[in-house]
């Protein structure tokens, strides 16, 4: 068993070229060189570089707010926490405040910063700051979806009949409840 603490030397990279490009993604063939003297090509997913947020909105000490919206992957309609790129030039804490008012139609006085997670880091640089929104006041701002979302409001006391519903799945999601329940607990 190895101790997780001791820092390895990162592989040397020699190569690294686009191998396939959309919109909001390109894909990289980087060729590396291990400590150990191994070569290996992986294939990685670059995003846009600039991150994202995820805001838990609690518009008293027991209730949050979640949206319901088109999810392209799986062709569904989802229910999850507001979410979004941050912008060229915005702050994460500029980016959640925003994405609050395009999504839900509130404003935060208080954005706590909770926790950053990354999605699949084997093969995706794709980082998301977890924010608890408090003092949330009306205000409303045009976001990019095509159509209006649905704002639900739940209990943070039900959050077991949150996580059986078939339409609240994706995993940033339930990592954003889960430590937002503990955030709560602690305060």
Not at 26 to 35: A, H, R, T
Not at 39 to 49: K, P, Q
Request: charged share 30%; with cysteine; proline share 5%.
């Amino acid at each position: 068993m190895s101790n997780t603490d001791n820092k390895k030397s990162l592989p040397k990279i020699h190569s690294r070229k686009v191998v396939a490009k959309s919109g909001l993604f390109k894909i990289e063939q980087v060729d590396l060189e291990f400590s150990n003297g191994e070569t290996r090509i992986f294939e990685r997913m670059a995003g846009s570089g600039r991150g994202a947020v995820m805001i838990v909105p609690f518009i008293n000490d027991d209730e949050f707010l979640l949206v319901k919206e088109y999810a392209a992957g799986t062709h569904t309609y989802e229910l999850g926490f507001p979410k979004g790129l941050i912008d060229p030039g915005e702050s994460a804490e500029v980016a959640a405040d925003r994405e609050l008012k395009e999504e839900v139609g509130f404003g935060a006085k208080v954005l706590h910063p909770l926790h950053s997670l990354n999605m699949a880091p084997a093969f995706f640089d794709a980082k998301m700051t977890i924010f608890i929104a408090e003092g949330l006041y009306p205000e409303v701002l045009p976001g990019d979806e095509p159509e209006p979302l649905e704002v639900v409001k739940w209990s943070i006391h039900d959050i077991d009949a949150l996580l059986a519903k078939d339409d609240f799945v994706e995993a940033r999601c339930i990592a954003a409840l889960l430590l937002a329940e503990k955030w709560k607990r602690a305060r």
